[in-house]
Nanobody, 114 residues
Framework: QVQLVESGGGLVQPGGSLRLSCVAS????????MGWYRQAPGKQRELVAG???????NYADSVKGRFTISRDNAKNTVYLQMSSLKPEDTAVYLC????????WGQGTQVTVSS
């Protein structure tokens, strides 16, 4: 199983930017597809962005053109660069490895508010 630790969340004004990081340990990071999810109060958890083991990204329609997912296998880290943030992006952001069983981080809070 993979252990995951997220960081980089915080409070940002609308239109601002944040970069989230997720450091993995305990297994072969480069072998796994990775994903960033988010969960807002009262809403279901949703996949925001994913990246294959080969580095191919995919995005939810709601964040296309604003968020960028990337990975650095040498650092066992996956990133989520978030720009043009909106209040509706406010949520706990969680990192996940598509391992068996699935692995999840503890989450990092992102709040977009003026």
């Amino acid at each position: 199983q993979v252990q995951l630790v997220e960081s980089g969340g915080g409070l940002v004004q609308p239109g601002g930017s944040l970069r989230l990081s997720c450091v993995a340990s305990g297994s072969i990071f480069s072998a796994y597809a990775m994903g960033w999810y988010r969960q807002a109060p009262g809403k279901q958890r949703e996949l925001v962005a994913g990246i294959t083991s080969g580095g191919t990204p995919n995005y939810a329609d709601s964040v296309k053109g604003r968020f960028t997912i990337s990975r650095d296998n040498a650092k066992n880290t996956v990133y989520l660069q978030m720009s043009s943030l909106k209040p509706e992006d406010t949520a706990v952001y969680l990192c996940s490895a598509f391992s068996v069983p699935r692995s999840w981080g503890q989450g990092t809070q992102v709040t977009v508010s003026s």
